[in-house]
């Protein structure tokens, strides 16, 4: 089976742009989530996606949006780009919504923000 | 506000030994804990999930405990290897009936040959 897939996976962009990073998660998992990496913060939750619906909500800026698709295939938006957005966007999926379900990660798009 | 601890100062051990690595956190009332590892440049890896009314689990050369008296998890890799050198994250979820996971920072193990 194949594992998450992220797309692209390395990208640069300016202050003021914005950027749309994908996910396609493993077939058979309707729950996608994103998080954002950063050396400073550490893992941080962004938002969960299931079943076309976002679930949860972590505590970022309305810049952050996202959506899911009826094949379960996520992307995420980051509308007027800021220096402190560089960072490994992380997505990962899992069979179902809610706690406590293993996570399958995928392998991450760095965004770097001149 | 809810507070994650993992030791951020690497743990050096020599092969063989067991590792042992631990998640402290402070108001928080996880239903659940799990690990994950996470290598240089890839996505975390998961590892383990244990309840909040498990004491303990076992994978292979894996073990966790699981306190929620001491709010505290260790992380145990027995007859370790350079293999299993990698960034450890411990992570949190289900306070309150609520899907919010929360990670650590994560405790980066090197094994020594």
């Known amino acids: ?114 | 506000s809810q507070k994650i601890e993992q030791n951020s100062e690497a743990l050096n051990i020599q092969e063989g030994k067991t590792a042992t690595l631990t998640c402290n956190y402070t108001n928080y009332s996880p239903a659940y804990l799990q690990w994950y590892r996470q290598d240089p440049g890839r996505g975390p890896v998961f590892l383990l999930l244990i309840r909040e009314n498990e004491k303990e689990k076992r994978k292979e050369r894996l073990k966790v405990t699981f306190d929620t008296t001491l709010k505290q998890s260790l992380f145990h890799i027995t007859a370790s290897q350079p293999a299993d050198s990698a960034t450890y994250l411990c992570a949190l979820d289900g306070a309150g009936g609520s899907y919010i996971p929360t990670f650590g920072r994560g405790t980066s193990l090197i094994v020594h040959p």
């Open chain 1, 1 to 114: 089976k194949a594992g998450v897939t992220q797309t692209p996976r390395y990208l640069i962009k300016t202050r003021g742009q914005q950027v749309t990073l994908s996910c396609s998660p493993i077939s058979g998992h309707r729950s996608v989530s994103w998080y954002q990496q950063t050396p400073g913060q550490g893992l941080q939750f962004l938002f969960e996606y299931f079943s076309e619906t976002q679930r949860n909500k972590g505590n970022f800026p309305g810049r952050f949006s996202g959506r899911q698709f009826s094949n379960s295939r996520s992307e995420m938006n980051v509308s007027t780009l800021e220096l402190g957005d560089s960072a490994l966007y992380l997505c990962a999926s899992s069979v179902t919504s809610g706690s406590g379900n293993e996570q399958f990660f995928g392998p991450g798009t760095r965004l770097t923000v001149l």
